[in-house]
């Protein structure tokens, strides 16, 4: 499998989140890194700041994060 971006999320003129599946040395991964540009978004490059998962540790994030939206829902109320 080669690289696939998700989802990218902003978080400045020049930098942003990417939220990829990508493969390393044959086994492939779910990444979160911070990219960023110096070209008004012409490329955008990675930088050291990310997590990598591997595929056995996405249900563990995904729980995580549902509990994160439960716990923001409740503070909202």
């Given at each position: 499998?080669?690289?696939?971006?998700?989802?990218?999320?902003?978080?400045?003129a020049t930098e942003q989140l990417q939220i990829s599946i990508s493969e390393y040395r044959g086994k492939s991964y779910f990444n979160l890194r911070i990219f960023y540009t110096t070209d008004d978004g012409a490329t955008w490059l990675p930088t050291k700041k990310g997590v990598t998962f591997a595929p056995d540790q996405l249900d563990t994030l995904s729980d995580a994060i549902e509990e994160a939206k439960k716990e923001f829902m409740t503070e909202e109320e």
């Open positions: 499998m080669a690289g696939k971006l998700l989802a990218t999320i902003e978080r400045s």
